[in-house]
């Protein structure tokens, strides 16, 4: 039973919280903002919320001229969601294996699956170097999608893993009573059902995918740069970029930013990888 | 509970996971430790003759390893304190009931979204930059001196941006968890009469123990790896004040080239983090049952 | 046609041997109910019959094929579950088409069969809603009905009504046996329940750790049954067990006499006699829970309704000598 809230209760805790959650946000919509003022505004008065010289879309378009926005954007993309849908079709079978034929030694490949995270991706970052050097797949995005594709691989195993455990076997048995073969079982019946977990895994990998800044900023150059790359590419100033750097910003976590909170219901059961419930 | 063909046709569809991941972890590593032997340096090409321990001697009796160390366990272990305990605080705060929860979830969710490059060159340009950050203005109109962030606490800076983006994963978990908590057993609690603190202690925080493992296991993997918000903002310095071994190997291997050296540094990076690893999984396998 | 039998069944997980040899016969258009305690091995049974489990040794004909290494799908059987197992993300009209589907029975064929089943099942304003907006008692129906429209050669139920509340499942269980009586196909029905057993089945098969204890119409089962197991297993409330010098009396190690088989009278007038410990009037009938007769702990007698005894009241009972039933020391049934 829940019980009765007064209003001013609610309100307090709405204003305390209200102004905890604005201070974690707020460096986002400071960059927001400053991403539409004019580099003198930016960097005159960078207490004032107001626009001096009124708001101009300048910024994005000289961050599009400087460094061509639009291409890293297409790299990330096809890193991020190409890595997530190839660890997905490996980690479909997988985890339907551990959920619905379990073994003894289920568990402890489950584990060991999850302990390939535990590498330091520095601890190996030497060979893929080298390796990847000498088969020409430095700066290629296809090097750089399997790589993320097997980084993310645990993690995608695991979360399908938890998801098809709650679904009950009998229905995979109903179906397999009623004719369908092991493919049109997994495609007409648990893949169906699973949609929502899938989703909060898709959803998931493709924000580490996006976001992941070691292997993008060591095994890219120019060509296959993702946006993680193109940000980093502002780390030194260059007169007066505020502005720029702002537009630049916004410009890079904006996909995901908006693609997370359209889709916060599945966002937040990714987030927990599965494993709270 | 299967038969033998939903048994094979299970192993079949396990194998392309596991051999990829066995490749995946197997190449690497055997690479890593043989050219941690060798004394193999990129610029100069040629004959890259055994070298034995040389390559860990060196990389041991360097000064900046000793620092690096330190400042890995110290970036892992701050980072964690400050989500943990900042995520408790925040998930009991976000469980009580009040007005436009969705709204204040959103923006306490946001930091995570934000990628690594750009919350690093944020946080050091408009925030912590002495003459133009929002906090130096701040100290400035108050009449203090402003902090110049990176020169007089690297570390702690670093740590701070990289809370700002993982409080939020913390507070998301240990919130679910939370809200998993029946609440007719707090109930139960006050009535045997529990004060708040005692409901904390005794119902809430052991009922967490799973979420709590599961926020140090991931951010664990992540936080050890910590590097483009070094590369960004310090390059690892002043001097090697915030250096952690990623970085450390990052430039003994691509900065300057020393295949030998780097190899030799990733080996030890592999076995700190095993140790890591080994703590951290007797941790679930007490608390996960999955 | 449905006529299905093991021979040499066995079945073990790891070392542990759930079923140890088995053989069964399953005429074509029985009802069969295989009852037993949670745990006796009747659902692995079922399984294997499905196909859903591998027979560790020993052979499964379905209508004089060897069906042993068939997997599910081609052994012409169709089940229904006990968690009724629908396919959540279908609405009922495609769960039940999803056997004809997989099987590619042509379009209007499928439409005539889900129609048919849909009428026979009370499900026709029901077709377009999923499972989760149905209730117990309807979803139980369309997993019936999924099973129907295949036309199989025998159905198997897995415990289909321990979901459902008490009411609905007499219900059901009408309904199913008048499904059977229509189809005139084989059954197989897995429960604990021996109530369901006794009206249902045509023939009951009572399973203990894995081994048949006896198999038979209810009536014979009732009669006579084979052992002590079997005499506590069926009828409700449970046969009156005793031993020692009374059991001595009617020439048996261990006697039995059913609850409906004692007749109360006075103290005086009384064969045993004893002291009424609760006394559950329910109308109809009346059942004494009766102690300090000598015979065992507590004795039960159903007594017609108007029976009046209470709490600590002195009775005498009356056994119907000619129903009791004798056991020997290994507890098999002597006449």
Same mark, same amino acid.
């Given at each position: 039973m829940a019980r009765a809230i007064s209003t001013k209760r609610k309100s307090v805790n709405t204003a305390i919280a209200g102004t905890l959650g604005f201070l974690m946000f707020f460096p986002i919509l400071w960059i927001l903002i400053l991403s539409f003022k004019t580099e003198e505004d930016a960097i005159r008065a960078p207490l004032q919320i107001l626009f001096d010289s009124g708001w101009t879309l300048d910024s994005f378009a000289a961050v599009q001229a400087r460094s061509d926005y639009f291409k890293h954007f297409s790299n990330s993309v096809i890193i991020s969601v190409g890595s997530t849908l190839i660890g997905l079709m490996i980690a479909i079978p997988a985890a339907w294996s551990m959920a619905f034929v379990p073994s003894k030694n289920t568990k402890n490949v489950l584990m060991w699956m999850l302990s390939t995270k535990m590498l330091p991706p520095v601890g190996v970052l030497v060979p893929i170097y080298l390796i990847f050097r000498d088969t020409g797949l430095l700066d290629s995005r296809f090097g750089l999608t399997i790589v993320l594709t097997l980084m993310n691989l645990p993690i995608i195993v695991w979360m399908l893993y938890t998801y098809f455990k709650e679904i009950p076997g009998e229905i995979l048995e109903a179906a397999r009573m009623d004719g369908a073969s092991l493919r049109e079982e997994v495609l007409y019946v648990l893949t169906p059902m699973a949609i929502p977990g899938m989703a909060s895994t898709v959803l998931l990998n493709i924000i580490l995918a996006w976001n992941e800044a070691f292997w993008t900023l060591n095994l890219t150059a120019a060509k296959a740069a993702p946006l993680t790359a193109f940000i980093a590419s502002y780390s030194s100033p260059e007169g007066l970029f505020y502005a720029k750097l702002s537009a630049a910003s916004i410009m890079a976590i904006a996909p995901i930013l908006i693609m997370g909170w359209f889709s916060q219901k599945q966002l937040v059961r990714g987030l927990t990888f599965g494993a709270v419930k | 509970m299967s038969t033998k063909a939903s048994r094979s046709a299970a192993r079949l569809m396990i194998s392309p996971a596991v051999i990829l991941l066995l490749m995946w972890m197997i190449v690497p590593l055997v690479m890593t430790v043989y050219f941690s032997f060798l004394r193999y340096n990129l610029l100069s090409p040629g004959a890259t003759p055994w070298a034995g321990w040389d390559n860990y001697y060196w990389f041991f009796t360097d000064p900046s390893f000793k620092d690096a160390i330190w400042n890995t366990l110290a970036l892992v272990g701050g980072i964690l304190l400050i989500t943990v305990i900042g995520g408790i605080g925040f998930a009991l705060l976000l469980d009580k009931p009040m007005f436009g929860t969705g709204v204040i979830r959103i923006m306490v969710i946001?930091?995570?979204?934000?990628?690594p490059t750009v919350s690093a060159l944020v946080w050091k340009n408009m925030f912590f930059n002495p003459v133009n950050g929002i906090f130096g203005n701040i100290a400035t109109s108050l009449g203090f001196q402003p902090i110049d962030f990176f020169a007089e606490i690297p570390l702690l800076s670093i740590i701070f941006i990289v809370s700002w983006m993982w409080l939020p994963f913390a507070t998301l978990i240990l919130l679910t968890a939370l809200q998993s908590l029946d609440q007719e057993q707090l109930e139960a609690a006050e009535m045997d009469g529990a004060n708040w603190g005692n409901r904390f202690w005794f119902i809430m925080l052991p009922h967490l123990a799973r979420a709590i493992t599961v926020v140090i296991l991931i951010q664990t993997i992540f936080l050890l790896s910590v590097f483009a918000e070094i590369l960004v903002t310090t390059n690892g310095g002043p001097g090697t004040a915030t250096t952690n071994l990623t970085y450390l190997i990052y430039v003994s291997s691509?900065?300057?080239?020393d295949v030998g050296m780097g190899s030799a540094g990733g080996v030890i990076a592999i076995i700190l983090a095993n140790i890591v690893a080994i703590f951290l999984m007797r941790m679930i396998g007490k608390n996960l049952d999955a | 046609m449905g006529r299905i039998t093991l021979e040499k069944v066995t079945k073990s997980f790891g070392d542990v041997e759930v079923i140890p040899p088995l053989d069964l016969e399953i005429e074509d258009g029985e009802f069969v109910v295989f009852v037993g305690p949670s745990g006796c091995g009747k659902s692995t049974l079922l399984r294997l019959i499905a196909g859903l489990e591998d027979v560790t040794s020993g052979q499964i004909n379905i209508d004089g094929q060897d069906a042993t290494d068939l997997p599910p799908a081609k052994r012409s059987l169709a089940m229904v579950f006990q968690s009724y197992? &629908?396919? $959540?993300?279908?609405?009922v009209r495609k769960n039940i088409a999803f056997p004809m589907r997989m099987a590619g029975v042509p379009d209007d064929e499928q439409k005539r069969r889900i129609e048919a089943a849909a009428k026979a099942l009370n499900l026709t304003d029901y077709l377009d809603r999923r499972p989760g907006q149905l209730s117990g008692g309807q979803r139980q129906r369309v997993a019936i009905g999924r099973a129907i429209v295949r036309e199989p050669a025998a159905f198997l139920f897995d415990? $289909? &009504?321990?979901? &459902?509340d008490a009411a609905l499942r007499v219900g059901m269980r009408l309904e199913i046996s008048e499904l059977h009586k229509r189809l005139e196909t084989t059954m197989v029905y897995v429960t604990h329940d021996q109530v369901e057993a006794m009206t249902m089945a045509d023939k009951i098969v009572v399973l203990r750790a894995g081994n048949i204890e006896q198999v038979g119409s209810p009536l014979e089962l009732y009669k006579a049954p084979r052992n002590l197991f079997v005499a506590g297993f069926i009828g409700s409330p449970t046969m009156n067990i005793f031993d020692g010098a009374e059991a001595a009396k009617f020439g048996a190690h261990t006697a039995g006499v059913r609850p409906e088989h004692i007749e109360v009278v006075s103290p005086e007038e009384g064969y045993w006699t004893g002291t009424v410990g609760v006394a559950e009037h329910l109308g109809s009938d009346t059942f004494f829970h009766i102690h300090e007769t000598g015979l065992a702990e507590t004795i039960t007698v159903r007594a017609p309704g108007d029976v009046a005894y209470n709490h600590g009241d002195k009775i005498g009972l009356n056994p119907r000598t000619d129903l009791v039933h004798k056991f020997d020391e290994q507890g098999l049934r002597v006449q």
């Open positions: - | 946001a930091p995570f979204f934000v990628m691509l900065l300057q080239f | 197992a &629908l396919y $959540p993300h279908m609405s415990e $289909p &009504l321990s979901n &459902l």
